[in-house]
């Protein structure tokens, strides 16, 4: 089968470049004795997250309870919780899955490390933890400080939990080189000041984990983090290219759409509209994404299934039946729209894999 077969709106996967990205960071991870633990709220697909184990990375790090469950049956085997959970049914679900894998959970309050707490050990299934630290993202976590400390202490002492370290989570990284040289440097002051605070308190931590796509290849910088959850970095999008953190050659993930009419002057219709992009606005571009055919296009306007795209000044006209691709704006997030990718190499389709974790809000 041929990629212009597949029918529109539908994810195309270009696999050399999708191998040629996972390839890439586990190599700069190697490279620099960082433990990798992508997230895949990027793929949510499990032949992707085997991808990048088989390449060298030591898990994967998950958004949802029901992310973990998709994973632990598709057999990965040590897997993070990056999310705090809370909920009797979510406790009794979050038990039954770490008997079927290595389970590290991620919290930033007593309530939520006491209840993980007891449910583990009335399961009798020990839970590895991390205490997320707020290091400036003002988002989940607890300020360096006492309250960080006793926080940690309280989690080293509960049983059915085993304090294994911290989490961080900076956000974008965007700007010139030099500049996010120095946001990572200051990152990982702020981390080694607070591994000092939790010595000084008696607390060893195993595992910082930190790291987002835009900052993967400065993560060497501040070497207190060692472990990197980046996710974005397998595919790539427009925000990467925005950040200065990638090229359009390294965006492995288009979405093929048909175009449907052209009936109103200066603009056409295509098949995508917003059950396939998302309104995630990228700095400095206009749009939901980047039309690779033509990127004077403007997909400017979304309803449920009409993507309005309008003709810049050396725009050529478009048949209806053309087909365009488009490179999203944020492609974690489409991903979460589709039920499949379409994988290939050049023109030709190799594989079909079911994007097995999507809409997995629970
Ligand atoms: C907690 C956490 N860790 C890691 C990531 C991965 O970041 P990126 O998508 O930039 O690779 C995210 C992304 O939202 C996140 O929320």
Known sequence: MKTWEVETPAILVDLDRLERNVR????????????????????????????????????????????????????????????????AGKLRRLTAVAERCCLTVVFD????????????RAAGTPIGALVEVDTGMRRCGVAPGPALVDLCRRVAELPGLTF????????????????????????????????????????????VSGGTSPGLFFAHLAPAITENRSGTYVFNDRNMVSSGAATWDD???????????????????VDGGSKTFTSDATPGFDGFGRFVEDPELTLWKMNEEHGYTRLGAGSPPRRIGERLHVIPNHVCVAMNMQDEIWVHRGDEVVDCWKIAARGKLR
């Open 164 to 207: 294994r370290g911290l989490m961080t989570y900076q956000g974008w990284q965007n700007g010139p080189t030099d500049a996010r040289e120095a946001q990572m440097r200051a990152e990982g002051d702020r981390v080694a000041a607070v591994l000092n605070e939790l010595s000084d308190a008696g607390l060893t931590c195993e595992a």
């Open 109 to 120: 309050s007593a309530e939520v490390a006491d209840a993980i707490a007891e449910a583990a």
């Open 251 to 269: 965006c492995a993930m288009r979405i093929a759409v048909t175009v449907i009419s052209n009936a109103v002057s200066g603009q056409i219709v």
């Open 24 to 87: 890439r960071a586990q190599a700069y991870c190697d490279a620099h004795g960082i433990r990798f633990r992508p997230h895949m709220k990027t793929h949510k697909t499990p032949e992707i997250g085997r991808m990048q184990i088989a390449q060298g990375a030591v898990g994967l790090t998950c958004a949802k309870l029901g992310e973990v469950e998709i994973m632990a049956a598709a057999g990965l085997s040590d897997l993070m919780l990056a999310y705090p959970v809370w909920g």
